[in-house]
């Protein structure tokens, strides 16, 4: 197959059980391009890169490569077109080294032996000429994350992909991962590259793509060069109604503290220091920022506030009193609210009902429950105006919450722990991967608990988001607070050098 | 409505030819036994459900299998594998059994909830030194249970042959190992005359079946237990002690097959006596997973299995063949009905199911 000049999805429509996933949509991109696919979650973008890559098989519509077409039935056809996809989740066997992952999809020769120092060499020669510094003997588990992401690009250019599908590529990306990525992405559009890169990081957007392609509800909505339009016309693209982040009033008057860390060490999963003496003071009615790049003890700062890791030296007071080592039940019946960074796994329990979900801070206590027994109808109605008021969408409050979209889960958790009106709230990472509303709506009610005097602690990687929302910002590197600044002083390249481990004056 | 009624036609159809697949297959074993696998056949499966005897005998084997359902029902829920029935219910009867002789003057009315309670007890507690090692020691249940099994059964038989065999079986140097028999005031009446075994047991199971069912569904002791279950890790976040409900699950599971040891002893054979439970402990397992491994369920599941045993019995004594035969005609219905599980789970074939019936009216 000669190389893609350009790829054409032509009125593709694909239908799932009761909805329509995309209905006469098309795409196009070229050669030495980035297309940018917009649109909210569930608007249709992630079934039509599976259509492209052979996973999904449309209704109808067609496939257009250099104008003729072809019929891609499944991800190998896609590759040997020269299609490649990079998923939002890795497939990568975390086990086996960068070599090996890269020849499971290799048809070897031989049914009995691979040739893979002949793999190897190949994909040295690949990460030197496209500037991606992997060394192919590591194991992926060794990886960071950004490191894992070039070997999936390495393992679509092996296969001569030069269409490459980026699928929210930089979601859990670091800033400067992200930098990285924009940069490499820049210099392989200039070799001729295609990419279709899908964000919900409008700004990215903005900063790397040549045209873009807003879907909604399952259909194409707007079509552009990048040159001709700006932020805020896609968000509203997007939604389909205006969406304004909501501004912030800076408030100069705080209550008194309600979270007292004094010199808290704790070890991580592997035993080494997670945190090391670390001091902060969190006020009613104030939201107080951590920046970071995650793995600098984030983690283990929100999970010894709520009681779910073991703190070795120093003291936690809420409220006044300590919480060091105290049972989660006790410190959630104190009055503290916690957001996860694994909305899936830890904030929910998958195979649970919604309604079970939304009760699961609250089943033991009256009239949720009497003595032992749940109260099934308060619980429904209960569950019922709750999906309403915080605009949960899901089929009804019996579905299984595996079955919601990430930005509906983030809801259900958000709603769950506002309505128990906690007097403090840690919110790890609470925007990560959903899409535009529902960070408005998400931002809007932080807020708003906010200015009802809550204290919260707002763990994010987004700049923006933490110079928007916080009142004061503090910067943890290193299993340490390097410091705690004033948002009104903060910018994004003091933050950026502080979360790099420069504080000024000290070099 | 009408969709429930196609539900239920597709999946008997389904059963009904994967039960016919496997007697097929049976048929070759039987041919080649040099039998007429239609009169083994008809004694199999007309026979049982052709008498009171039949019946009978296939309800009395359904008792201890609903039990040990329900107990491994309780301990899927909160994902543990209890493979320790076998162990369980031997102990619980040997304790209960005990308690019955310790008690012979007690009114009916109290000593029977006492006996129960015992077997439940030692039962429980057999399951529950399989949780405490998940929880505390990460040991994997499914190791520990089986090897609890081999501890509890020569204890079982250490028990029955020495401390708690019958005196008079001493006294008369026949030395049968088994305990003395039970006083009237400790047994379960006999629900129908003319020699029949069924007894006033399955009346308990029925009950506990129920009150499980409401245990794990309208409790909060059951949303926690659930909750450890399907994520531990979101439990523990939300407060639930998730080592205290792993042992509690393993307690209960445990106790469940204790009170089926129980139940056979003072229900069927009024001792203790050696080969008291017939495998219960695993077939349990295979009742549990037909049943979809709710407690609701183990209760036809378990019927089912009881009529499958009782007609391999008849099938056996009408044919005369060896016994190795009649079990393995009974895995292969085993075999073939829970695979036949596939069909039935999946809406996708029950749809095409549909799309053939409209055709053909």
């Not at chain 1, 297309?35 to 079934?47: D, F, I, S």
């Not at chain 2, 059994?97 to 057999?126: D, E, H, R, S």
């Not at chain 2, 609701?296 to 378990?302: D, E, N, T, Y």
Request: hydrophobic share 45%; proline share 3%.
């Amino acid at each position: 197959m000669d190389k893609i000049k350009s790829l054409e999805m032509v009125n593709i429509t694909k239908k799932f059980p009761g909805v329509i996933a995309n209905k006469d949509v098309h795409l196009k991109v070229e050669s030495g391009e980035v297309l940018a696919l917009l649109g909210e979650n569930g608007a249709g973008k992630t079934t039509l890169m599976n259509i492209l890559y052979g996973l999904y098989h449309p209704n109808s519509g067609r496939i257009l490569i250099n104008d003729q077409e072809v019929k891609i039935d499944s991800p190998k056809k896609a590759l040997d077109l020269g299609i490649g996809m990079v998923h939002q989740h890795f497939m990568l066997v975390p086990s086996l080294t960068v070599t090996e992952n890269v020849a499971l999809g290799i048809k070897f020769k031989s049914k009995f032996s691979m040739d893979l120092d002949n793999v190897a060499q190949k994909i040295k020669l690949l990460s030197k000429k496209h500037d991606l510094n992997i060394d192919s003997s590591l194991l992926i588990s060794d990886l960071s994350v950004g490191e894992r992401q070039k070997v999936e690009i390495i393992k679509a250019l092996y296969f001569n992909a030069n269409i490459l599908v980026l699928d929210e590529p930089t979601a859990a990306l670091t800033p400067q991962e992200t930098d990285d990525l924009i940069k490499w992405l820049r210099s392989v559009i200039k070799e001729g590259m295609g990419v279709i890169f899908i964000s919900h990081k409008l700004n990215e957007v903005m900063n790397v793509s040549d045209r873009v392609e807003v879907l909604r509800n399952g259909k194409n909505v707007f079509s552009t060069p990048i040159s001709k339009t700006n932020i805020n016309q896609l968000a509203r693209k997007m939604a389909g109604h205006d969406v304004e982040l909501p501004t912030v009033e800076r408030k100069n008057k705080f209550g008194n503290t309600i979270i007292e860390l004094e010199n808290v060490w704790a070890k991580n999963e592997r035993g080494l220091d997670a945190l090391r003496g670390v001091n902060l003071t969190i006020r009613k009615g104030e939201i107080l920022g951590i920046a970071g790049v995650s793995g600098n003890g984030q983690k283990e700062l929100a999970e010894s506030i709520t009681g779910l890791q073991k703190i070795y030296k120093g003291d936690i007071r809420f409220k006044g009193e300590s919480i060091a080592n105290k049972s989660v039940q006790s410190i959630i019946d104190k009055g503290m609210g916690y957001i996860p960074e694994d909305r899936l796994h830890m904030g929910t329990i998958p195979g649970f009902k919604v309604k079970e979900n939304l009760i699961l801070k609250d089943y033991l206590r009256s009239p949720f429950s009497k003595i032992f027994l749940l109260d099934r109808t308060y619980i429904k109605d209960y569950c019922k105006s709750t999906v309403d008021e915080y605009d949960v969408r899901c089929p009804n409050i019996n579905t299984p919450t595996h079955a919601l979209s990430g930005g509906n889960i983030q809801k259900l958790i958000l709603s769950r722990e506002l309505k128990r009106e906690p007097d403090a709230l840690v919110a790890s990472y609470p925007i990560r991967g959903v899409d535009i509303a529902a960070v408005q709506y998400i931002h809007e009610k932080l807020l708003e608990a906010r200015d009802n005097d809550m204290g919260i602690l707002l763990i994010t990687e987004e700049l923006d988001e933490l110079i928007n929302l916080s009142d004061r910002i503090a910067v943890i590197y290193e299993d340490q607070i390097l410091d705690v600044i004033d948002t009104a002083e903060a910018d994004k390249s003091k933050l950026g050098l502080l979360m790099a481990g420069i504080k000024e004056g000290s070099r | 409505m009408r969709n429930n009624i196609i539900k239920i036609l597709f999946n008997i159809l389904v059963l009904s030819i994967s039960f016919i697949v496997a007697l097929l297959f049976g048929s070759i074993i039987l041919l080649i036994a040099g039998v007429n696998p239609l009169v083994a056949y008809q004694a199999m499966i007309i026979r049982p459900i052709s008498s009171v005897y039949g019946l009978s005998e296939a309800l009395v084997r359904s008792i201890p299998l609903m039990m040990v359902g329900i107990g491994i029902s309780i301990a899927f829920r909160s994902k543990m594998i209890n493979i320790g029935g076998e162990g369980q219910i031997q102990l619980g009867a040997v304790a209960a059994g005990a308690a019955a002789l310790a008690i012979p003057g007690v009114p009916k009315a109290i000593a029977i909830p006492i006996i129960i309670l015992v077997g439940f007890t030692v039962g429980g507690i057999w399951g529950g030194i399989a949780g405490w090692m998940k929880a505390k020691l990460s040991v994997n249940e499914v190791l520990s249970t089986v090897m609890l099994n081999y501890i509890a059964f020569q204890l079982y038989l250490f028990l029955i042959r020495g401390p708690l065999i019958d005196p008079s079986e001493i006294a008369w140097g026949t030395g049968v190992p088994q305990t003395a028999r039970m006083p009237d005031s400790t047994i379960f009446e006999r629900l129908i005359q003319q020699g029949q075994r069924i007894h006033s047991g399955i009346f308990i199971a029925l009950i506990i079946a129920i009150l499980v069912y409401f245990l794990l569904w309208r409790t909060t002791f059951g949303f926690r237990l659930r909750a450890v279950g399907e994520e531990p890790k979101a439990a523990n976040y939300a407060g639930i002690k998730v080592d205290k409900y792993l042992i509690l699950a393993m307690v209960l599971s445990g106790g469940m097959a204790g009170i089926a040891g129980t139940i056979e002893v003072i229900g069927v054979h009024h001792r203790v006596l050696e080969g008291l439970s017939a495998n219960y402990g695993f077939s349990g397992i295979v009742v549990a997973l037909f049943g979809r491994l709710h407690p609701i369920g183990v209760i036809p599941a378990s019927f089912f299995f009881g009529l499958l045993l009782i007609g391999a019995e008849m099938m056996q004594r009408a044919v005369n063949i060896p016994s190795a035969l009649v079990i393995s005609i009974q895995g292969l219905v085993i075999l073939a009905v829970v695979s036949s599980n596939l069909l039935l789970e999946n809406p996708k074939y029950r749809k095409k199911f549909l799309g053939f019936l409209m055709q053909n009216n």
